[in-house]
């Protein structure tokens, strides 16, 4: 799993907020998380990647081996963008951990899929999900998620 | 040969790619992120997708010459499969695991065969085309050329 870098604060001087998001993007295939990454970067994102549920969560701080101080990742995360179809933990299942946890539970969690399944996008948003995406991901889809984003947070 | 030939060399084969089938509208996604600052993503993602599909086909291979197939694992490697060649915008390879699923669904063990090999067949043109029209590339940038990436008009 690879990190960005040192971390920045999100809040100017002036006390507005800057446009940067840092996403933790989980996927296990490697092609997908090459293409999600470059993808959010060239939107201004700084980006995190996972290759499963299990290590997603221990970035956010929810793994096995607990942590006295949280803060360092979890405040520094705006978005988890997550595949479903995963083995072991599916994105659904990482989805609901995420929604469970009371330190988590306000960071927006986008699901991608390749199956266009109404069921399976009604389950997730349910859950709590902020948004489906349908892959094969596309410039257009990261304007669209960045746009659910602002309306949300005004 | 000149850069300007190279260049126009580069932009008939491209078409013809995608003209032919072998690439889709995906395909170009992933140029459109491709950049000064990232000049080799293409390479890159595609050379991710080459080592990801040969692990599969090899899996796929081994699993189908078992005695009791295991469908629900060889559907699983095609839909990762499925997966990966969508996102690159490989359309043949993709249409091939498409039609490869519904075998592994009738559990039909020698229409799962066929497609075995038909994905093989369509996968190794698109590898041998991909990887003459990256090479066709490093040229025309190796001579100072860029590529004309705008010419690419559908």
Redesign the interface.
């Known amino acids: 799993m690879d990190g960005g870098g040192g971390s920045r604060e999100n809040v100017t001087a002036g006390g507005g907020y800057t446009e940067e998001l840092h996403v933790l993007a989980v996927d296990d295939?490697?092609?997908?998380r090459?293409?999600v990454e470059?993808?959010l970067k060239?939107s201004s994102c700084k980006v995190t990647t996972a290759e499963n549920g299990l290590r997603a969560l221990e970035f956010l701080g929810l793994g096995d081996e607990k942590r006295t101080s949280l803060e360092d990742n979890v405040s520094k995360v705006n978005l988890i963008i997550t595949d479903y179809?995963m083995?072991g933990m599916t994105g659904y299942e990482l989805l609901k951990k995420i929604k469970e946890s009371s330190i988590l539970k306000e960071i927006p969690v986008v699901i991608m899929s390749?199956e266009n399944i109404p069921t399976r996008i009604n389950k997730c948003l349910e859950e709590g999900a902020q948004m489906f995406m349908l892959?094969?991901?596309?410039?257009s889809d990261v304007v669209k998620l960045r746009c659910n984003l602002m309306n949300c947070r005004s | 040969m000149e850069v300007v030939q190279m260049q126009r060399a580069w932009v008939e084969y491209t078409k013809s790619l995608f003209r032919e089938g072998f690439l889709d509208a995906?395909f170009q996604?992933?140029q459109?992120?491709q950049d000064e600052s990232?000049p080799d993503?293409v390479a890159?993602?595609v050379s991710?997708?080459f080592?990801?599909s040969e692990r599969l086909l090899s899996d796929l291979t081994f699993a189908l010459e078992q005695q009791s197939v295991d469908f629900k694992k060889v559907d699983?490697h095609v839909?990762?499969l499925?997966?990966?060649s969508?996102?690159?915008?490989a359309q043949r390879v993709k249409n091939d695991c498409i039609a490869f699923r519904s075998f592994c669904e009738e559990q039909n063990v020698e229409g799962c065969q066929r497609c075995l090999q038909q994905v093989k067949q369509d996968y190794s043109l698109v590898k041998s085309k991909l990887e003459a029209l990256i090479r066709l590339e490093q040229q025309i940038v190796a001579a100072g050329g860029s590529i004309p990436m705008e010419e690419l008009s559908f």
């Open positions: 295939s490697l092609v997908d090459k293409l470059r993808l060239n179809c083995p390749s892959k094969p991901l596309k410039q | 995906q996604q992933l459109l992120l990232n993503f890159e993602v991710l997708f080592e990801d699983a839909h990762q499925k997966g990966s969508s996102s690159i915008g």
